[in-house]
């Protein structure tokens, strides 16, 4: 009963705070509600199918917004995303090496802290690797949020001083030619969700809800049946979701091994947030995309958020949620790969 309540009161605050036109407010209203019940009140989890659920949600909210013509615009930005992603993790190393050595944590730890490639992947390598996982964990999860926090913020206060491009396909609001009828619409959304959920508790890959969702919906939208774009109570309430389970992994445990590195990690989180901006600017320049979809699409922050804030700002949902999942995969291949090389090179100069 109160996991059901603090979702109604999530739904709620991020209702509120998207009638008050704050960037991404579904979601940053909905996690403020589970940080401060998780900090301030008590220990509460959800079961993992209402996070399937909410990327669900997102995803064929995001999937009948895509065009086939968005394809070949999306293979032009590999070879930018690609120089991005090396300045990105050479980066993120550098900041590896200055909290191991201004922190108490082994170089491994250190080093698991700072590769950008989500929490749950970074705390699998710190179990094969024997590093500090809860460490790990923490500090991850810590990064997640500061930037789900700051950069749709961020990102809606700078859309109305620098130029952007409002895509055809991007406006979750614009008529569809040919669409069924919003009730039938519905059923047709709800299929396409347990449909979804139903794959993904087969066949098992990172973001599998929100990957399966956004697929199964194009074609369905592109090949079968055009659909109108999801309601805006629709996607805040898979936004809210997300954002308040979001909201409630964020306990005093990770707070407090946070704190016990001490100004070390406020300054990591910090160039964090910085280098952001840097691996941006790069992209911006190599592409034909504006600053503010260049961020979406780059910033380390997930798939399911980035994509959701760029279609709130009416900006390119798809390409934004394409250019995140590849980079994402990207990530996920590479850095187990690396990880041997520079496990066995700080393990040589710490000796």
């Known amino acids: 009963m109160i996991k059901l309540l603090l979702l109604m009161i999530a739904f709620g ?11 991404a407010g579904w979601l940053l209203g909905a996690m403020l509600v589970g940080v401060y019940y998780r900090l301030m009140i008590d220990e509460i989890s959800y079961p993992n199918l209402l996070f399937d659920l909410s990327l669900a ?34 980066a993120s190393w550098v900041l590896g090496k200055v909290l191991g050595r201004y922190s108490n944590l082994d170089a491994k730890t250190a080093l698991f802290c700072c590769l950008p490639a989500g929490a749950s992947v ?14 790990v964990a923490a500090f991850q999860t810590v990064r997640i949020m500061m930037l789900v926090a700051t950069i749709p913020i961020v990102a809606g206060f700078m859309t109305p001083y620098l130029k952007t491009k409002e895509v055809e396909s991007s406006g979750l609001s614009k008529a569809v030619e040919g669409a069924a009828p919003m009730w039938l619409a519905m059923l047709f959304y709800l299929l396409l969700i347990v449909v979804t959920l139903v794959l993904a508790k087969k066949w098992r890959i990172p973001i599998a809800p929100f990957l399966y969702a956004i697929v199964l919906s194009f074609i369905f939208h592109s090949f079968v049946q055009p659909l109108p774009s999801m309601p805006n109570l629709g996607v805040g309430l898979g936004m809210a979701m997300l954002g308040v389970i979001i909201g409630v992994r964020f306990d005093r445990k990770s707070l407090s091994d946070i704190k016990q590195i001490g100004w070390t990690s406020l300054w990591i989180l910090v160039s964090f947030f910085f280098l952001t901006f840097v691996v941006t600017f790069v992209f911006y320049l190599m592409t034909p995309l504006d600053f503010i979809t260049s961020l979406l699409a780059i910033v380390p922050a997930g798939a399911p958020q980035m994509a959701s804030v760029a279609a709130s700002l009416d900006l390119d949902g798809s390409v934004v949620a394409a250019m995140q999942v590849i980079r994402l995969l990207i990530l996920i291949l590479f850095i187990p790969m690396l990880v041997p090389f520079l496990v066995r090179r700080e393990v040589t100069s710490g000796t």
């Open 57 to 90: 949600v997102i995803g064929v909210s995001i999937g009948i917004s895509i065009k086939v013509s968005m394809f070949t615009e999306v293979a032009s930005y590999l070879f930018p995303l690609a120089v991005s992603l090396v300045i990105l993790l050479v």
């Open 13 to 23: 605050v991020g209702y509120l705070f998207d009638l008050m036109s704050i960037p």
């Open 122 to 135: 970074m705390m699998a390598l710190s179990r094969e690797y024997k590093a500090n996982m809860g460490m």
